[in-house]
C-alpha cells in the first residue's frame, strides 16, 4: 500500500532556514501536502502543490517536489519560534486515499 | 465559515462507558474524515464518509466503534464500550472530492478522550 515517510525530529536556530524532508511511494499522487500541528490544535494546511509542478513558493514556505524520486521537501526561510510544530506531509489521489506521514517535530532553538 | 467543529473538546469517562463523538463539517463539503493520534501510532484514518456513505472502515479498530453520517451536516463517532487503550485524539476532518485544490482536508480541533 501506500506510505509516506519523514524523519522524526528537526532542530533548527532561529533566524536560519529549514528544511522538512518527505518520501512517498504512490508514482499516481495527484496532490501533495504540508501540515502544521501545534501543540494541542489540529492540523492547520500550510500548502499543497500538485503533481505536475516541481516547485511553489508562498512567501517563507517553498516546497520542491521531485516526482521521479518521489521526494517532497519544505522550505521555510527565517525561521522563527513561532514555527516549533509537528509537520505532516500527505499525500492523495483525487482526494482519497489520503496517507499521512508520522510527522517531523521541528524544534526552533533560539 | 466557521471550519470544521467538533464536540466535546474533551471528554474523561470510565471504562465501560459509552462515549459519543460529534462533528459538523464545513458547509458544501461532501467528504467527512475520522482520524485517531497517539503518540504510539501517530495519525490513522479510522472512517471516511463520501456523500454520507461510508466509503472505508477498514480503519475502524474493532465492533466497539461505530460511525454514522445521518445528514450532510453531522456526523458522531460513537464507542460502546470504551477502554483504556482507546484514549486519543480524534479529530474529524471534512474535504470537497470532485474539484481540484478543494480536494485539500480542513481539519477540527479534535476531541481529547481519556478513558480511566
Known amino acids: 500500500g501506500e506510505d509516506v515517510e519523514q524523519s522524526l525530529f528537526l532542530s533548527v536556530r532561529e533566524g536560519d532556514s529549514s528544511v522538512i524532508n518527505c518520501t512517498y511511494t504512490?508514482?499516481?499522487?495527484?496532490?501533495l501536502y504540508w501540515y502544521k500541528q501545534e501543540p494541542g490544535a489540529g492540523l492547520q494546511l500550510l500548502t499543497y502543490i500538485f503533481s505536475n509542478m516541481d516547485m511553489k513558493q508562498d512567501q517563507r514556505l517553498t516546497v520542491l517536489l521531485n516526482k521521479k524520486d518521489k521526494h517532497l521537501s519544505l522550505r521555510i526561510a527565517d525561521t522563527q519560534t513561532g514555527d516549533s510544530a509537528i509537520y505532516f506531509c500527505?499525500?492523495?489521489?483525487?482526494?482519497?486515499?489520503?496517507?499521512f506521514g508520522p510527522g517531523t517535530r521541528l524544534s526552533v532553538l533560539p | 465559515d466557521a471550519g470544521v467543529i467538533q464536540s466535546p473538546r474533551h471528554e474523561v469517562t470510565e471504562m465501560g462507558q459509552e462515549v459519543t463523538l460529534r462533528c459538523k463539517p464545513i458547509?458544501?463539503?461532501?467528504?467527512l474524515f475520522w482520524y485517531r493520534q497517539t503518540m504510539m501510532r501517530g495519525l490513522e484514518l479510522l472512517i471516511y464518509f463520501n456523500n454520507n456513505v461510508p466509503i472505508d472502515d477498514s480503519g475502524m479498530p474493532e465492533d466497539r466503534f461505530s460511525a454514522k453520517m445521518p445528514n450532510a451536516s453531522f456526523s458522531t463517532l460513537k464507542i460502546q464500550p470504551s477502554e483504556p487503550r482507546d484514549s486519543a485524539v480524534y479529530f474529524c476532518?471534512?474535504?470537497?472530492?470532485?474539484?481540484?485544490?478543494?480536494?485539500?482536508?480542513?481539519f477540527g480541533p479534535g476531541t481529547r478522550l481519556l478513558v480511566l
Open positions: 500527505a499525500e492523495s489521489i483525487l482526494g482519497q486515499n489520503f496517507v
Open positions: 504512490d508514482s499516481s499522487s495527484t496532490y
Open positions: 476532518a471534512s474535504s470537497f472530492i470532485g474539484g481540484g485544490a478543494e480536494e485539500t482536508q480542513y
Open positions: 458547509s458544501g463539503h461532501n467528504s
